[in-house]
């Protein structure tokens, strides 16, 4: 997040190089945590379609952020940098929002209400 402003707030190529590749770098490392992550949210019984679920609502969802971003950046004239910087710090709280509050489950056994006849 604190990247974020440094190369897109700037014309200099050399800055919006080291920015981007920077938090590429970084910033995606998140992606190689979710199958991790989102396997200890859910029961055995239902973990593997449960985790698949929430995958692939987000990969769905995010496919709507590039027009969204386009809609807001033609809409009120404020460029592309602006929208991009704002998804960026919401995805990014969003994400330490979601760590900060879930439950721990080392240890625990995780029991789900699903009756298999």
Same mark, same amino acid.
């Given at each position: *997040?604190? %990247? !974020?402003?440094?190369?897109?707030?700037?014309?200099?190529?050399?800055?919006?190089?080291?920015?981007?590749?920077? &938090?590429?770098a970084f910033?995606?490392? @998140?992606? +190689? &945590?979710?199958? +991790?992550?989102?396997? #200890?949210?859910?029961?055995? #019984?239902?973990?593997?379609? !449960? +985790?698949?679920?929430?995958?692939?609502q987000g990969?769905?969802?995010?496919? @709507?952020?590039?027009?969204?971003?386009?809609?807001?950046? !033609?809409?009120?004239?404020?460029?592309? !940098?602006?929208? *991009? @910087? /704002?998804?960026? %710090? /919401?995805?990014?709280?969003?994400?330490?929002?979601? $760590? $900060?509050? +879930?439950?721990?489950?080392?240890?625990? #056994?995780?029991?789900?209400? @699903?009756?298999?006849?």
């Amino acid at each position: *997040m604190p %990247v !974020a402003p440094l190369y897109l707030f700037t014309s200099d190529p050399l800055w919006i190089t080291l920015g981007f590749g920077l &938090q590429g770098a970084f910033g995606g490392a @998140l992606y +190689s &945590q979710l199958p +991790s992550y989102l396997s #200890e949210r859910f029961p055995t #019984e239902v973990r593997a379609t !449960a +985790s698949a679920f929430c995958y692939h609502q987000g990969a769905i969802l995010g496919g @709507l952020v590039a027009p969204v971003l386009a809609y807001f950046a !033609a809409t009120y004239q404020i460029g592309y !940098a602006i929208p *991009m @910087l /704002v998804g960026t %710090v /919401v995805a990014a709280v969003s994400v330490f929002i979601a $760590l $900060l509050f +879930s439950p721990e489950t080392k240890g625990k #056994e995780l029991v789900s209400d @699903l009756v298999v006849a």
